[in-house]
T-cell receptor, first 113, second 110 residues
Framework: DSGVTQTPKHLITATGQRVTLRCSPR?????VYWYQQSLDQGLQFLIQ???????AKGNILERFSAQQFPDLHSELNLSSLELGDSALYFC????????????FGQGTRLTVV | GQQVMQIPQYQHVQEGEDFTTYCNSS?????IQWYKQRPGGHPVFLIQ???SGEVKKQKRLTFQFGEAKKNSSLHITATQTTDVGTYFC??????????WGLGTSLAVNP
């Protein structure tokens, strides 16, 4: 158990809909990262938050947004969903920024139909 | 961000054989992290290498960081079926855009 909790584990939704994925980082970790992993793809870095503030942005679509709350949990919002958004979404946390060990959650498998 | 290239992309071995995956960068890396992702699982941190020429061992796994800090390798001695998975190396220094490659997928025949 990495200590990172992601909910829900599975999500099936229709095209055009909006969903919210939730992540609770390990106790004490200030950084939260979001990744997308499609079939046969590596991990695509989406965005990083550090202590409530956006720290780094990867290939995140404009239809996607995220935030980190004062209690350090984070949410990833995906809107106007398309079939191609079907993927495994991972959240990871680390004590500091990049350069320290990252702990991954079990992921949320999103299926858009 | 600086991306490391990892080879091979796939490797299929017989149980008991050795396995090596390599990471290469055209620029100097501040540090390298290695992760393993089992099929259906999530990435799990294995190790971080920081110093030039550093060698670290974890049981049958040996990690090396090149003298020029532009390459790294992971060597597994006498593979077991539990070693199956995808191994990722990432440049995890001050670069804030964590770029992950496709990793090396290892299959082990019992």
């Amino acid at each position: 158990d990495s200590g990172v909790t992601q909910t829900p584990k599975h999500l099936i939704t229709a095209t055009g809909q909006r969903v919210t994925l939730r992540c609770s980082p390990r106790s004490g970790d200030l950084s939260v990262y979001w990744y997308q992993q499609s079939l046969d793809q590596g991990l695509q870095f989406l965005i990083q938050y550090y202590n409530g503030e956006e720290r780094a942005k990867g290939n995140i679509l404009e239809r996607f947004s995220a935030q980190q709350f004062p209690d350090l949990h984070s949410e990833l919002n995906l809107s106007s969903l398309e079939l191609g958004d079907s993927a495994l979404y991972f959240c990871a946390s680390s004590a500091q920024g990049s350069g320290t060990e990252a702990f991954f959650g079990q992921g949320t498998r999103l299926t858009v139909v | 961000g600086q991306q490391v290239m990892q080879i091979p992309q796939y490797q299929h071995v017989q149980e008991g054989e050795d396995f090596t995956t390599y990471c290469n960068s055209s620029t100097t890396l501040s540090n390298i992290q290695w992760y393993k992702q089992r099929p259906g699982g999530h990435p799990v941190f294995l190790i971080q290498l920081v110093k030039s020429g550093e060698v670290k061992k974890q049981k049958r796994l040996t990690f090396q960081f090149g003298e020029a800090k532009k390459n790294s390798s992971l060597h597994i001695t006498a593979t077991q079926t539990t070693d199956v998975g995808t191994y990722f190396c990432i440049n995890a220094g001050n670069n804030r855009k964590l770029i992950w490659g496709l990793g090396t997928s290892l299959a082990v025949n019992p």
